[in-house]
């Protein structure tokens, strides 16, 4: 069996995923940037089309409801 002790002691056994983090931090800023902006307009979106559908059918119980 390997000893995958270094010299300071910190053996790891996540060590993969510490290299896949360290891949994934070397992402070009562009393409950050560009998901980023992408992401934070679908969730607004999805939030106002949902209060207005949410108003409509309280507006459409209110009025049944006085009828």
Do not use: C, H
């Amino acid at each position: 069996m390997a000893n995958t002790q270094g010299p300071q002691g910190n053996y790891d056994p996540a060590g993969s995923t510490q290299m896949f983090r360290a891949f994934v931090d070397e992402a070009p800023q562009g393409r950050q940037q560009q998901a980023a902006a992408a992401s934070s307009s679908g969730p607004r979106i999805g939030v106002i089309v949902g209060v207005i559908v949410a108003l409509a059918v309280v507006a459409g119980v209110a009025w049944l409801a006085l009828k």
